[in-house]
């Protein structure tokens, strides 16, 4: 069986080896290697190029999004007596079915909901929950409670799939603040914040000069890639930077190249999360090769005065998931694109004194769009079996949703990415 | 080989230790040899620094205390016109350390929680870690002000030990956390002059809403209020053992050995918790000027602007560098969330590489009406390296490069820079300035690998 890097279109460069190094204990002694298909299958490679066959978008809830209150338990007494003000009133629920509601605030979600595009995945967590945000975003990105590995579960990924990701906007960052998820040990993921500021500038006041700069940076970053970074003096981040800057070039050449009048089929709110979702879909109707998208919102950690915030930014999640679906509805590409929606943790089941709630654990996760199969999966865990912090304890190891979509999406061996199996959840039809 | 000479040890201290130098700055402290400077940088309240309030006086457009884009140029100003630049280098670790944003708290309150940081940057870390317990600011971010007796609100608390002093994972419990949030209790924000901003909002304690009871935290037993809490978290060896490295890393080595956070540490216990003798510790330190402290830190966003502004002598009032700066991944006062920013190589990805590039066409950009920039044909004149001819091109890119990155480049680096000026065959400094050139090889040095590293 040949190696993976045989199907590599550019050898491993020195990135890999750099991020190799950098890396406490590389996640290959922890996972087993991704073993690249024994088939490889051209017809699966040239169908990538056509139409984005399947697109997994993130949307990552930062802060820990209080979960009893975004998928409601609403006849659970002890919902009630928990949260004696933060309680939701049961007729301004969206209700699903005669046990769960949906926070008023989320009316996109439940239309989608209602077309059977929305699975919600109750009590999502992992054995010895961690109620620091910080371990806990760390535990979710890279889909493991080990502290010593470094790559992220989608990094993985993509590392487990590059024999097919030919495009260098296989996968993207919106925002400035690439994520945990995407880190992986050879794949390059761009991170842009629009389409239009995604260049390098020139100075209009010199316009013959344009070119002339743009080849000389790129000779600079060459040079200091290919030859300084070599020197030991300058450790691995010379070469980072300068092979980071090399790769951000080129694909603004691919992006300029690719990125072909894009016009929104709905209109969407003026939110920083809308307009992220917009860049998404504006990547996906460009036929970039895209398969992963990333977007992030926070403010979710509402200790004090939860119920003005919470209500503001369910509102802003929803409204922004309704309008990006509505456009790749317009775009005849809503089948291709799934959505996870997941949050560190949950929130405490009893309400504290301020109004708020604090650091809990298990909480509800959404897939939305694409094939997944509507409903409700998994368990609701019990609002009085509680751990000894008062917490709830999951039902569902977060992991099975990650499972469901490596298998279900990308068609890989989850275990491959997660170093484990995990059970698959039948989402996906 | 880098940091031979005292020039080059002082270059890479002020890089570190401030944000940069100018010429003049350079040649200000190359006087005062390496020691001299350490020291002078040390003490900021021998420095006169009032020219920087009529600076900010000058150019902001409204009140800071009012208007958030008002509130970062003000800081932003001070940075780039300090002369005390480890003042506000430390000012503005604090800031990253006990990151607060405006995404949850006003702009008259960051303000004076900055201050607060400012003069307790080179203090006892005890009585900075108490006021900031009792600042307003932190008493919105962290609801502490919500947190009262037999309604306790752990956020604080757990932030206090995780983030402030001993560090995630150490040896706390969440009882731990759930008993000092009780000790941390009956504090709330006097803001009743919101009308009247030029008043200072207070924290006031209430004692009918602090908890009296007995409290265990980390196995000490009374009647705990915050001040008791904060002495065990600052007396704990955990609290300088954290500290220390964070310094250490900030200021030196990517990976400080146990033997150099015991350092910090001893000196931490034997001057009162006084941060100025940690720093002066690692200032003074052989890992400070050694390879492996050099040039491995990639600036941030911040560092990056205020450094190239500071070298430049650039003109500014502090609002336009604000996208810039969000671009790259930072906005001060709008850390992510209360571990702030988390640095190192995250600086770095596509978008805030080109974001980076931008900005360096931003400040180089030629025309007059630019929010922020640098009249580069009038710094370079005015540095006497106009000469034409081959000879010439060199003087101005070995200028060029030893304030930027301390001249330490290889051939290859230089001969793109002198090409792009037209060098051999045809440069002149007029017709350089004329086509564009002089602006492009500032831009290219601000824009290239080397600069992004500290």
């Known amino acids: ?57 993130i949307l990552q809830l930062g802060g820990g999004n209080d979960g009893l209150n975004t998928v409601v338990p609403y006849r659970d007494g002890a919902y009630h007596d928990a949260r004696r003000q933060l309680g939701l009133n049961p007729e301004s629920l969206l209700h699903l079915n005669d046990e769960f509601a949906l926070h008023p605030k989320l009316t996109g979600i439940k239309e989608l909901y209602d077309q059977q595009r929305v699975a919600v995945v109750l009590g999502a967590g992992y054995p010895h929950p961690n109620r620091s945000h910080f371990r806990a975003m760390d535990i979710w990105h890279t889909g493991s409670t080990d502290e010593r590995v470094y790559t992220g579960w989608l990094g993985r990924l993509l590392d487990a799939t590059r024999y097919e990701q030919r495009a260098l906007w296989h996968a993207a960052n919106v925002g400035a603040d690439e994520p945990l998820s995407l880190k992986s040990t050879s794949s390059f993921v761009p991170s842009l914040a629009s389409v239009p500021a995604y260049a390098l500038q020139v100075d209009p006041q010199f316009p013959r000069q344009a070119d002339r700069r743009i080849t000389d940076w ?87 005065g939860q119920s003005g915030t919470q209500d503001r930014l369910l509102g802003v999640v929803s409204d922004a998931v309704r309008a990006f679906y509505a456009d790749l509805d317009g775009h005849g590409l809503s089948d291709g694109v799934t959505t996870l929606g997941w949050t560190e943790f949950g929130r405490r089941v009893r309400q504290n004194g301020s109004g708020g709630t604090d650091h809990g654990t298990a909480t509800p996760t959404f897939l939305i769009g694409g094939h997944v199969r509507g409903g409700i999966y998994g368990e609701q865990p019990s609002l009085t079996r509680l751990d000894r912090n008062g917490d709830l304890q999951f039902t569902t190891d977060f992991r099975s949703i990650y499972a469901t979509i490596i298998s279900g999406l990308f068609g890989t061996d989850p275990a491959d990415v997660l170093g484990a199996r995990y059970p698959v959840l039948p989402v996906f039809a | 080989m880098p940091l031979v000479t005292e020039r080059q040890r002082i270059q890479h201290l002020l890089r570190r230790a401030g944000f940069g130098y100018s010429a003049a700055e350079l040649e200000r402290y190359g006087r005062l040899g390496l020691e001299g400077t350490v020291d002078h940088l040390l003490h900021p309240e021998v420095v006169d620094d009032s020219h920087v309030d009529a600076t900010i006086k000058s150019s902001l457009k409204r009140d800071p205390m009012e208007h958030r884009p008002s509130l970062i140029a003000r800081w932003h100003l001070r940075l780039v016109h300090t002369e005390r630049p480890l003042l506000e280098k430390l000012t503005y670790f604090w800031h990253d350390h006990f990151a607060t944003s405006l995404s949850k708290v006003r702009p ?77 209790t009956g504090w709330r924000v006097d803001d009743a002059n919101m009308e009247n901003m030029s008043q200072f909002a207070r924290a006031v304690f209430t004692p009918k809403r602090h908890d009296g009871g007995v409290k265990t935290v980390l196995g000490v037993t009374g009647r705990l209020d915050d001040a008791g809490v904060i002495g065990i978290l600052a007396e704990h060896p955990d609290t300088p053992g954290y500290v220390g490295a964070k310094l250490w890393r900030f200021f030196a080595v990517p990976e400080p050995t ?13 001057h009162n918790g006084s941060i100025r003798a940690m720093v002066r510790t690692i200032l003074l330190s052989d890992e400070m000027y050694s390879p492996q402290a050099y040039r491995w830190r990639i600036k941030s966003p911040v560092e990056l602007i205020v450094g190239a502004e500071r070298a430049l002598g650039a003109r500014t009032i502090g609002y336009g560098e604000i996208e810039n700066s969000r671009a790259m991944g930072q906005v001060l006062f709008e850390p992510p969330n209360p571990a702030g920013w988390p640095g190192g190589a995250t600086w770095v990805n596509s978008t805030t590489l080109l974001a980076r590039a931008n900005f360096a066409h931003h400040l180089t950009q030629a025309g007059k009406g630019r929010a922020f920039g640098v009249d580069v044909p009038g710094l370079l004149a005015a540095s ?20 930027l990155v301390g001249g330490d480049v290889d051939a290859m680096t230089r001969d793109v820079l002198l090409q792009h000026l037209g060098a051999p065959y045809h440069y002149s400094f007029e017709q350089a300035a004329k086509s564009g050139t002089l602006n492009g090889v500032v ?12």
């Open chain 1, 1 to 57: 069986m040949p190696t993976d890097e045989t199907f590599l279109d550019r050898p491993l460069g020195r990135r890999t080896l750099i991020r190799r190094g950098i890396a406490f204990v590389s996640t290959a002694a922890l996972m087993p290697p991704a073993f690249v298909r024994a088939v490889f299958d051209e017809a699966s490679v040239a169908s990538a190029a056509e139409a984005p066959r399947r697109v997994l978008v």
């Open chain 2, 384 to 403: 006497g390296v106009q000469r034409a001819g081959l000879a010439g091109a060199n003087a101005l890119v070995d200028y060029l490069l030893d304030l």
């Open chain 1, 218 to 304: 790129l000779r600079l970053y060459r040079q200091q890639a290919e030859g300084m970074a070599r020197q030991a003096e300058y450790g691995g981040q010379l070469a980072f930077v300068s092979e980071t800057g090399l790769e951000a070039y080129e694909s603004t050449v691919d992006l300029r190249r690719n990125a072909t009048g894009y016009q929104a089929k709905t209109e969407y709110p003026r939110t920083p999360l809308a307009s992220a979702l917009q860049t998404v879909a504006g990547l996906v109707v460009s036929n970039l090769g895209t398969t992963i998208a990333y977007v992030t919102t926070g403010g979710f950690d509402t200790h004090a």
């Open chain 2, 443 to 454: 831009y290219l040095v601000l824009g290239m690998p080397l600069y992004q590293l500290a």
């Open chain 2, 108 to 184: 008259h309150l960051l303000l004076q929680q900055n201050e607060t940081l400012r003069a307790n940057a080179l203090g006892s870390f005890q009585d900075l870690l108490l006021s900031i317990t009792r600042d307003p600011a932190m008493l919105v971010w962290l609801d502490n002000r919500a947190n009262q007796k037999n309604a306790p609100n752990e956020n604080y608390a757990r932030e206090v030990m995780e983030l402030y002093t001993l560090g995630r994972g150490k040896d706390y419990t969440e009882t731990d956390i759930k008993e000092a949030a009780r000790a941390f």
């Open chain 2, 258 to 270: 146990p033997e150099m956070i015991a350092r910090t540490t001893r000196a931490y216990f034997e």
